[in-house]
Nanobody, 124 residues
């Protein structure tokens, strides 16, 4: 298992930017894990935001985030990032980092390891 710790959340005005970080530890990170970001707003189910492949580093985004969010990874630092631009009030949620060694998917069941989450609040 890998341990994940998110940081970088906070309060931002609509149109602003935030960069979330997820530090991984516990096992060799390098290119071993597919990494993902999900989010959960109050009263809603956890939803997929983006993932980045463990081998090629290619990424995939949920439609509403495409063009505004960018996922990246620094294997030397065992860290994955989520750059969020042009934020909207509807982006307000707890953002979770997730990892999996074997699967590449967009559902919560596709990821075995999860962080505790970091709150992002976008004011209008």
């Amino acid at each position: 298992q890998v341990q994940l710790v998110e940081s970088g959340g906070g309060l931002v005005q609509a149109g602003g930017s935030l960069r979330l970080s997820c530090a991984a530890s516990g096992r060799t990170f390098s290119s071993t894990y597919t990494m993902g970001w999900f989010r959960q707003a109050p009263g809603k189910e956890r939803e997929f935001v983006a993932h980045i492949r463990k081998d090629s580093g290619s990424s995939y985004y949920a439609e509403s985030m495409t063009g505004r969010f960018t996922i990246s990874r620094d294997n030397a630092k065992n860290t994955v990032y989520l750059q969020m631009d042009s934020l909207r009030p509807e982006d307000t949620a707890v953002y979770y980092c997730a990892a999996d060694r074997f699967r590449l998917g967009v559902q919560t069941k596709d990821f075995a390891s999860w962080g505790q989450g970091t709150q992002v609040t976008v004011s209008s």
